[in-house]
């Protein structure tokens, strides 16, 4: 009988093999010692599929800080994000599985994975020991490996001559980034426009906030470096509570605030369940583990 193995059951035996290392971590792939394919190339030109690389995504997905081996990822919105770094390929053994943001990954198309950047992100990525480059989708985190800043799917390391673990120069693209934004916050309004409708009307419920005015917990979202979009989450956050936009440094970060303990497990657990988002929890300002209450 053929196993169709899932990106999930693959995360969580790599966090068995990490010593338990992640705390509140997105799925995704990649502890140290695993999740890196050697490539043979067999030639060939592979064509860009413009259709597929722009598509809407079953959902947008930021996500909040969290930690893999006690180091902290904290993903966010970065149209002028260009870093150079070590490059890896993704296990073709994934092909199927789904992605963080709901995907299903396809070996043969041009993807590739992060652990900060929204999914669905565009970006290009430029193989520094021979100049090729191949403009990639990334729709899931990982490379959980210090060593690397990205891995790529089977077929867009052939494209720019990969065959092992490489130097690139991973560049977003604004405009098709934004693009596949729009189309699938878009797409995800349509969907779901029955169910938004009346929640304008049920906003004056979420009025126990001032209740809890004295809590000392709050859960992080999300965090973007456009202010507007986390304006934009944050209202729409509100139906779970007091949801704010807090400015630190250069980043805006969306939070619900003014929870007590029993108030912001059931925030966590309805952002998981109904967002299919990653939250995180402080105690008064203080990161701590979302699940340690």
């Known amino acids: ?7 999930a059951v693959l995360t969580a035996l ?30 060939g030109e592979q064509s860009l599929n413009d259709t597929y690389l722009m598509a809407a995504a079953p959902k947008y997905y930021v ?17 002028t994000y260009n870093q150079t770094g070590i490059a890896g390929i993704i296990p073709a053994e994934l092909n199927g599985a789904k992605t963080s943001n709901g995907e299903i990954f396809d070996m043969n198309q041009m993807l590739a994975t992060s652990k900060t950047l929204p ?28 060593t690397r800043i990205m891995d790529l799917s089977p077929a867009a390391a052939a494209k720019i ?4 673990q490489s130097k690139v120069q991973v560049q977003v693209l604004p405009e098709q980034s934004t693009a596949v934004k729009n189309a699938t916050i878009g797409a995800t309004m349509v969907a779901s426009e029955p169910v938004v409708a009346p929640q304008p ?6 009025q126990p906030a001032p ?14 470096y456009a202010e507007d979009s986390a304006e934009n989450l944050a209202a729409r956050m509100r139906t779970y509570g007091d949801a704010s936009v807090i400015k630190e440094g250069d980043m805006y970060k ?3 605030l003014n929870l007590d303990a029993p108030k912001a497990r059931a925030v966590i657990d309805a952002l998981r369940n109904n967002e299919g988002m990653a939250p995180g929890l402080l105690k008064n300002g203080r990161w701590v583990n979302a699940d340690s209450i």
Request: glycine share 12%; charged share 15%.
């Open 14 to 43: 790599l966090a068995g093999c990490a010593n338990n290392g992640a705390t509140n971590a997105p799925a995704g792939y990649g502890a140290d010692g695993f999740g890196e394919e050697t490539l043979v190339t067999t030639g």
């Open 63 to 79: 996500g909040s800080a969290y930690k893999v081996e006690n180091v902290q990822y904290i993903p966010a919105e970065d149209l």
């Open 201 to 206: 009307v049920e906003q004056p419920v979420s």
């Open 1 to 7: 009988m053929k196993k169709i193995v899932s990106l």
């Open 254 to 256: 969306v939070r619900i």
């Open 211 to 224: 209740v809890a005015a004295s809590g000392e917990y709050s859960v992080q979202v999300a965090a973007f």
């Open 119 to 146: 999914l669905p992100t565009i970006a290009r990525v430029t193989n520094l020991d021979n100049g090729q480059s191949v403009v990639v989708r990334v729709n899931n985190r990982g490379p959980f490996v210090n």
């Open 161 to 164: 001559g990969m065959n092992g």
